[in-house]
């Protein structure tokens, strides 16, 4: 079965603070993906990435970096010098190649940044 | 300007009283899906379309239809809803099955 866990249910930072968001996946699908999205208090969703499980590259946009293991399964969101405006609610999500357009999320964690 | 639009965005009904949620993307997208999220819970599928006419169950589809007539809209109904319905509603498109799926602004729904 597929299954995302985001461990840190809430987290809270200073401003100008890095802060790591964890994310956990288990699947037996050899070929997957890997998203992030961000809700904001307003409540959409803004999809920020997208990975395929052949690409074990780590990514960089901006103060953004995530860092994808598969030897652990893990596909980590760090956010560097943190803003306020980065408070959100943050999910990690999974799909599989075989499988239909369905994406699998986790919880989510709650990021609050105080100034 | 590409979007995924739903309508209403927010609703208060009562029991039985049955609904609709309208879904619009105009980026021509096949794969259309409605999503549910609960707190502690993240989002969960409802149902998803794969075309005009192609409609197949998420992980929670008790107590939902849709259909999908054309490619653009994805109409979520609630023939009778329940308390147990009350959630903030997501409906997403993306061009195909593995792509991104690009999600609307939601519907929070409140059953009496």
């Known amino acids: 079965a597929q299954k995302v866990t985001q461990a840190q249910t809430e987290i809270s930072v200073v401003e100008k603070e890095d802060v790591t968001l964890d994310c956990v996946y288990e699947?037996?699908?050899?070929?997957?993906?890997l998203f992030w999205y961000k809700q904001p208090p307003s409540g959409e969703l803004v999809f920020l990435i997208r990975?395929?499980?052949?690409?074990?590259q780590n990514e960089i946009s901006g103060r953004y970096s995530w860092n994808f293991q598969k030897s652990t399964s893990s596909f980590n969101f760090t956010i560097t010098a943190s803003q306020v405006v980065d408070s959100a609610v943050y999910f990690c999500a999974l799909t599989q190649s075989g499988g239909y357009n369905k994406l699998i999320f986790g919880a989510g964690t709650r990021l609050a940044v105080h100034p | 300007e590409a979007q995924v639009t739903q309508n209403p965005r927010y609703l208060i009904t009562v029991t039985g009283k049955k609904l609709t949620v309208t879904c619009s993307q105009n980026?021509?997208?096949?794969?259309m899906s409605w999503y549910r999220q609960d707190p502690g819970l993240g989002l969960r599928q409802i149902y998803y379309s794969m075309n005009v006419e192609v409609t197949d169950k998420g992980d929670v589809p008790e107590g939902y239809k849709v259909s999908r007539k054309e490619k653009r809209n994805f109409p979520l109904i609630l023939e009778s809803p329940s308390p147990n319905q009350t959630s903030l509603y997501f409906c997403?498109?993306?061009?195909?099955?593995?792509?991104?799926?690009?999600f609307g602004p939601g519907t929070r729904l409140l059953v009496l």
């Open positions: 990975r395929n499980s052949f690409d074990e």
């Open positions: 980026m021509n997208h096949e794969y």
């Open positions: 699947t037996r699908d050899t070929t997957y993906y």
């Open positions: 997403a498109s993306s061009p195909s099955r593995v792509e991104t799926q690009y």
